[in-house]
C-alpha cells in the first residue's frame, strides 16, 4: 500500500515524493471540496468529468467513460488550468487521481478568468460534437451544424444571417431547448451563450453518442 494512501476521498503524494514536515503533510492531504466541471483525456480520447474534490497533490473525479489504473489521464478546467497524472484507483463512474507535481489549488480553482498576454480570454472545456441545430429568431427559423459545445454555450456553422447579440432558443437534437444569446460570428462560424447552463449528465449522457469518431 502506498505510503501516501490514495482513497475514495481523494489522492496524496507517492511514496518517494512524501512532505518533509507536519506542516507540509496537513497541507498535502487538506482536501477542498470542488464539484468543478472540466475535460478528461485519456489515451487520445476526451471526455466530461467532474472535480469532486482537490489538493495539491490530487484528486477525485466523476467519470463517464470507463479508466484503469496507472493510466495518464490529463484534466483541464480552463484552457489555462491544465493538470496531469496517473489514475490511482477506480470505483463507481469515479476515480481517485495523483497529479505528476504539486498544484496550486487556489490557482486552480480560480473563479474569475484573466486575459492571457495575447489578450485572449480563458474559457471552459469544449467538446467538438455532431449534431444538427434549429434556432427560434424573431426573423424566422435558422438551421446549422453543430461544431462543438460546453455547459455554457455551443459554437455552429451556419449560412444564415444573425448579428451578436441577438436572442435566439437553440434546439440541439436530443437536448433540452436553450435560450441563448449571439456572443460573436466569425467565418460562417457563431457562438452562443446558454442563459442556463446545461445539467452534468444531460451533456455527458449526450456526448457519448454525439462525439466524432476518434474523440
Known sequence: MLQGKITAEGAAPAADAQPNSAEERRNS??????????????????QL???????????????????????????????D????????????????????EPVDVGDMLQGRPTRSVLRKLPRAPRFPARARIKMDHDNG?????LVNISLHGLCLK??????????????????????????WIREGMIGLHFAMPLTFS???????THQPDGV
Not at 427559423?141 to 451544424?145: E, L, R, T
Not at 432558443?169 to 437536448?175: D, F, H, N, Q
Request: proline share 3%.
Open 29 to 46: 492531504e487538506r482536501y477542498v471540496t470542488v464539484l468543478k466541471v472540466g475535460r478528461a483525456m485519456v489515451d487520445g480520447h476526451e
Open 81 to 100: 488550468k491544465v493538470v496531469t497524472g496517473t489514475v490511482r484507483w477506480v470505483g463507481d463512474r469515479a476515480a481517485g487521481i495523483q497529479f505528476d
Open 158 to 183: 451556419t449560412n444564415d444571417k444573425l448579428r451578436t447579440e441577438d436572442k435566439v432558443i437553440a434546439r440541439v437534437e436530443g437536448l433540452p431547448p436553450r435560450n441563448a444569446t449571439v456572443r
Open 202 to 208: 444531460d451533456l455527458a449522457r449526450w456526448l457519448e
Open 49 to 79: 468529468c467532474l472535480v469532486r474534490n482537490m489538493s495539491r497533490d490530487g484528486a477525485k473525479l466523476d467519470l463517464y467513460h470507463e479508466v484503469h489504473e496507472n493510466q495518464k489521464i490529463t484534466i483541464e478546467l480552463r484552457s
Open 141 to 145: 427559423p435558422i438551421a446549422g451544424n
